[in-house]
């Protein structure tokens, strides 16, 4: 059964692969660390986008998933050619940084196989897959409109549920215990993408050990509700966000245009995850072309923002109940709750139970560090969390504390790999090729 699992995700590590490798600029190397977490990120979306395309096409899933297998692999192999044949010499990864990876990775692995997927995970995410599975891809539209079925946030992107429903399609007999092997591989396909950044920007395998020590070693982003080894979308969220960001740095403005389709791809992956990924996504287009001063820069993101208000028009149409837990109570209500707000963040950040010493850590080094800390990076982790933040004067929850405790520690969650990156990576600001 775990075979058979571990054969569905590395499938769609595959797809990833090729699809990475062949959206890869011609005149960049493409080291085989961010070749895999690019893969791992980018690979579930792309088997879930063609699970579902040949569900909605009437093609049943005893015959699209050997086919998008197919595909997956061919598309594994050319990619996989381009890079070695087409592609310049990656350095080498130091071997320092390859036994870190495989213990951490190894750590966050068995973490999740003793945890469970978590409420999110099992009630929202894991119901949609079952469904999705049943339909061999497809959402009818009387689920979307099924009152009795408005507490599962009918309207959310479908990523993480058609990731599992791949999953399920290739077990014999439904196993919830083994789906936690996909937020597992979620998990290492952050390590590795922090690596891959941490590396390209600081050159140094001690600064890089470092970075994936510290997403390894704190207690939240590994256990819990909303932790990346959970069935939660914040984990996927978070490793797209710091994929977005960097591969936006990596991106020279001379040649941004071949940075486009990758640029493209990554984007409507973290727009397909969760609404908070569209939001991202606007967020960090803006700022790129803002400090560029070239608006074009801001195409990209036009096939993610289309792909989500499609979705949620979709939804609408089809008589789906929102999800969103925001509306606008006045000048007067909004602004009383920017104390508790304020308050809210400032005692996640300093919760040492659950976050360790990361946020002092943190903080300490970009304090070290202010003067090479990338600009644009920095203004984009900055704009996503202060409308994250802001989007709290407008809960609609009775009591907005607790809508905070819910949701603060995963919205803090989602940024710390980007900021792990912008800071240990902050030594750094030559482009490597």
Not at 141 to 153: G, H, K, V
Request: proline residues 6%; aromatic residues 10%.
């Amino acid at each position: 059964m775990t075979g058979r699992v571990l054969a569905a995700i590395a499938v769609s590590w595959a797809a990833g692969g090729g699809v990475v490798a062949l959206a890869w600029p011609r005149s960049h190397s493409l080291p085989w660390v961010a070749w895999l977490a690019l893969a791992g990120l980018v690979g579930p979306f792309t088997v879930g986008a063609a699970l579902l395309i040949a569900g909605n096409a009437g093609v049943t899933a005893h015959l699209s998933v050997p086919c998008i297998a197919g595909l997956a692999l061919g598309g594994f192999a050319w990619g996989s050619r381009r890079r070695w044949k087409q592609l310049p010499v990656a350095a080498r990864t130091p071997a320092l940084v390859m036994v870190t990876l495989v213990l951490a990775i190894g750590w966050s692995a068995w973490i999740a196989g003793r945890t469970h997927l978590g409420w999110d995970g099992t009630v929202v995410w894991y119901q949609k897959a079952r469904i999705l599975a049943a339909g061999s891809g497809t959402m009818p539209t009387t689920t979307l409109a099924d009152p009795t079925r408005s507490w599962t946030a009918p309207d959310y992107p479908l990523h993480v549920p058609l990731a599992m429903a791949w999953v399920r399609l290739w077990q014999p007999v439904e196993d919830e215990r083994a789906m936690k092997a996909l937020p597992a591989a979620w998990c290492a396909a952050i390590l590795l993408l922090v690596a891959a950044a941490v590396l390209e920007r600081s050159g140094s395998a001690s600064w890089t050990v470092a970075a994936v020590m510290v997403i390894a070693s704190a207690p939240r982003l590994l256990i819990g509700e909303g932790s990346f080894t959970s069935g939660y979308g914040d984990g996927p969220v978070a490793g797209l966000l710091a994929a977005l960001i960097w591969l936006l740095w990596r991106s020279d403005h001379a040649a941004a245009r071949a940075w486009w389709p990758l640029l493209a791809i990554v984007a409507a992956a973290l727009a397909a995850t969760k609404q908070e990924g569209s939001v991202a996504v606007l967020g960090a287009a803006v700022v790129c072309a803002r400090y560029g001063r070239e608006w074009r820069r801001i195409c990209f993101a036009g096939p993610a923002l289309a792909l989500a208000l499609g979705w949620q028009a979709w939804t609408i149409g089809a008589g789906a109940s929102s999800g969103m837990a925001y509306e606008w109570h006045g000048v007067a209500t909004s602004v009383a709750r920017l104390r508790p707000i304020v308050t809210a963040y400032l005692s996640e950040f300093a919760n040492i139970r659950t976050w360790g010493v990361l946020w002092p850590s943190l903080t300490l080094l970009a304090v070290l560090q202010r003067r090479t800390l990338p600009g644009p990076e920095t203004g984009i982790v900055l704009t996503v969390s202060a409308v994250s933040a802001l989007a709290f004067v407008g809960s609609d929850w009775p009591d907005v504390s607790m809508h905070l405790n819910v949701t603060v520690p995963r919205l803090t969650g989602a940024i710390v790999p980007s900021i792990v990156v912008a800071c240990f990576g902050a030594g750094s600001s030559q482009k490597q090729n």
